[in-house]
C-alpha cells in the first residue's frame, strides 16, 4: 500500500510561524509535525509515500529528500499554486498507482493506530473509506454521517472527517471523465456522488485527534503532548 500526504497548503491561519516556515515543519513535540506521519507510516510498513507541496516546498524537500534517512522513499508532487485537497490528489494520481492508497493531511495530530488500516478492504462497490472523529469545538456541526458503517448525509447526528482516508484511485478518474471548471478543488467535490450513491464506508474513532489549524490550536496540541512525556 502507498500513502499521500497533503502538504501544500499556505497555512494562512498560523501565522506568523508560516510566514517563513511551512505548516508541515512547524515543530510539535520536538520534531517537524510532517516528521511524525513519515514515522508511523514506516513502522507500520507503508514506504512508499507521495507528498504535494507548495509554499517554500524547498524548505521541505531538503529536510526530507528522497526519505531514504526515514526509512520510506518519497515521491514529491510539486504545485505551482496550492490545488486544494481534491485538485493535489488528481494531480499526484499517476504516482500512486492503481490500489487503494492511504490519504493523510498533513496538518492533524491523532492517537490514531494506522496499522489497523491495512486491515480494511474495500469490496467492489466501496469507493473509499474515511476515518471520523468527534467534532470539535470549531466544527460542531460535523461533516458526515454514518449509517450501518456507510459514510451519509442524512442522520442528524454527525461527525467530522478526520483528515485520515482509504481511496481508490478510480474515485479520481471518474470524477475527472467530468466536465471541471479548475484543476483545484477540494475532496469534498469528489466524495459527494460517491456517499450519495452509498459508495463510502467509515468507521468512528473517540480518541485524541488535532486540527493542527490556528495558533491557539497548535498551542494545545503541544501542551497536550508535553503532559504525556
Known sequence: MKAMILAAGYG????????????????????????HHIE?????????????????????????????????HITWSKEPQP???????????????????LLINGDIWTDFPLPTVTDISLEDDQSAWLLLVNNPQH??????????DLISYQPNLKYTF???????????????KNPIDASCFPLRDVLRPAIESK???????????????????????????????
Open 12 to 35: 494562512k491561519r498560523l501565522r506568523p510561524l508560516t510566514d517563513k516556515t511551512p505548516k508541515p515543519m512547524i515543530p510539535v513535540a520536538g520534531k517537524p509535525l510532517l516528521q
Open 40 to 72: 508511523r507510516l514506516a513502522a507500520m510498513g507503508i514506504t512508499e509515500i507521495v507528498i504535494n507541496i507548495c509554499w517554500l516546498a524547498d524548505q521541505i524537500e531538503n529536510f526530507f529528500g528522497d526519505g531514504s534517512n526515514f526509512g520510506v
Open 83 to 101: 490545488l486544494e485537497t481534491g485538485g493535489g490528489i488528481l494531480k499526484a494520481l499517476p504516482l500512486l498507482g492503481d490500489a487503494p492508497f
Open 139 to 148: 466544527n460542531p456541526a460535523g461533516d458526515f454521517g454514518l449509517q450501518e
Open 162 to 176: 478526520s483528515g485520515i482516508s482509504l481511496l481508490k484511485p478510480a474515485l479520481f478518474t471518474d470524477y475527472a
Open 199 to 229: 459508495h463510502i464506508i467509515g468507521s468512528l474513532y473517540r480518541g485524541h485527534w488535532c486540527d493542527v489549524g490556528t495558533i491557539e490550536r497548535y498551542n494545545q496540541l503541544n501542551q497536550h503532548l508535553d503532559l504525556l512525556k
